[in-house]
């Protein structure tokens, strides 16, 4: 759930089979805070029924049958300025047929003709079908007056005994973060942001390695933010289960070293950097190369501090926002107060692991955001989302002071 976004979103079902996912969409998009309307054209009403939609969007269903009711009203100019964005979830090969002809001779397409802001189609189709070239020529069309697409995705087909193949509607949680970055405000636009993430390994021989429970979902979740904000985001990832975000470079490592090099030879370009990955502080100091045999009794290993990443940042940094996180047990503020300043970073985050709902793996944290003057903003318990988003916010307002800052003295 993201509490930044809102808007009013029009969920078009066409006809295919996939319409029977619509009122997953339109659930998921009232989950995430959306005001949803939905329209079914007449073939949709083949495979999902008006019930189905309506108890989805809490509302009346837009129906050809009622736009051609007795009642005076233009259903189609009225759902055209009443949306921010529609999303045709599936859209069929003749659907972006008709959209692309500018046809407006059913409730769909005259929707569209009749000016509506934004459009996302969605569409699930045979491959055959999705790879003609009319439906590629449509999309290109499509494309070029402005229209969004979110897949189609490579899967099992839904027609009995048509196999895998490209032409599955993506899923509703992939359509529902498509139209969170089309109604996303772009305050990070220009900007370019690294964002680090999940653990790192340090390894003893090939299959044993020093780590910990980090996720990688806090950094992931800054990750998204950011690329929704209009950021451009690099993501330096150690090994997690995530699935790397859409629209945001991704760079995977395991180790301390290989993330400090990822990050730092693209520092001078970055404007800033927000470090969520939990490092390990220690590396054993000889890796073997093949695996090494259990001996009896008791073992010794000799280990070396990792590089300190944030350190080395905090070292070269000229304009750049840098951020840094601190888990502590105890002491908290004290503790993320000193690694604020050997760190020279411009904020830290502090959390804690062992507090309830901010637990490594979990979809909420509890932030403190502490800085240099010695204020500090508390977040609460919220998803991690919206702490990413909390930290944005404090980003972009340093990076606009800098500018501010920095054309007054050009003066
Ligand atoms: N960090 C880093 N490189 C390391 C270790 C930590 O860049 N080798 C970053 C983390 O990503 C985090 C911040 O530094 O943003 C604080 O990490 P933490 O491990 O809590 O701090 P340390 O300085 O290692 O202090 P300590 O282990 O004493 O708590």
């Not at 659930?27 to 805070?33: I, M, P, S, V």
């Not at 079908?129 to 189609?152: D, K």
Request: with cysteine; proline share 5%; charged share 25%.
């Amino acid at each position: 759930m993201n509490s930044r976004v809102k808007g009013k979103v029009l969920v078009a079902a066409g006809g295919g089979v996939a319409a029977m996912k619509t009122p997953f969409v339109i659930r998921r998009l009232r989950d995430a805070g959306y005001e949803v309307r939905a329209l079914a054209t007449e073939r949709a009403l083949a495979f999902t029924t008006k019930t189905a939609l309506a108890t989805a969007a809490g509302s009346r269903v837009a129906t050809e049958e009622a736009w051609f009711a007795a009642s005076g009203n233009a259903l189609h100019l009225e759902l055209a300025r009443w949306a921010d964005l529609l999303v045709v979830a599936p859209a069929t090969a003749s659907g972006l047929a008709r959209a692309a002809a500018g046809l407006a001779e059913d409730l769909l397409t005259a929707t569209i003709t009749a000016g509506v802001p934004k459009v996302l189609w969605a569409p699930a189709m045979n491959p055959e079908m999705w790879h003609y070239p009319a439906t590629q020529e449509n999309v290109s069309r499509l494309r070029g007056w402005g229209h969004f697409f979110v897949g189609p995705e490579y899967g099992a087909l839904a027609a009995v005994g048509e196999g895998a193949g490209v032409g599955r509607m993506s899923e509703p949680e992939t359509i529902v973060e498509h139209v969170h970055y089309l109604l996303t405000p772009k305050d990070l636009e220009g900007l370019t942001v690294i964002v680090s993430a999940g653990p790192t390994r340090e390894y003893f021989d090939p299959v044993r390695f020093i780590s910990n429970p980090s996720s990688g979902k806090m950094g992931y979740a800054l990750a998204e933010a950011a690329r929704d904000r209009g950021a451009r985001v690099v993501l330096v990832s150690g090994p997690t289960n995530l699935p790397a975000p859409w629209g945001v470079e991704t760079i995977n490592v395991e180790r301390a070293n290989e993330m400090y090099e990822a990050i730092t030879s693209r520092f001078d370009k970055a404007d800033a950097v927000v470090m969520a990955a939990a490092v390990a502080d220690w590396k054993p100091a000889q890796t073997a190369s093949q695996k090494t045999a259990k001996k009896p009794g008791k073992n010794v290993v000799e280990l070396l501090p990792t590089p300190d990443i944030l350190a080395e940042l905090g070292r070269r940094k000229e304009r750049q926002v840098l951020v840094g996180f601190a888990m502590e047990t105890a002491d908290g503020r004290q503790r993320a107060r000193g690694k604020l300043e050997r760190k020279n970073l411009d904020f830290i985050c502090l959390n804690y692991p062992t507090k309830e709902g901010s637990a490594f793996g979990g979809n909420q944290n509890e932030v403190e955001m502490i800085f240099p003057d010695g204020s500090v903003v508390e977040t609460g318990r919220i998803s991690k989302r919206e702490v990413a988003e909390a930290i944005w916010d404090r980003v972009r307002d340093l990076i606009r002071e800098r500018n501010e800052e920095g054309a007054r003295n050009a003066q």
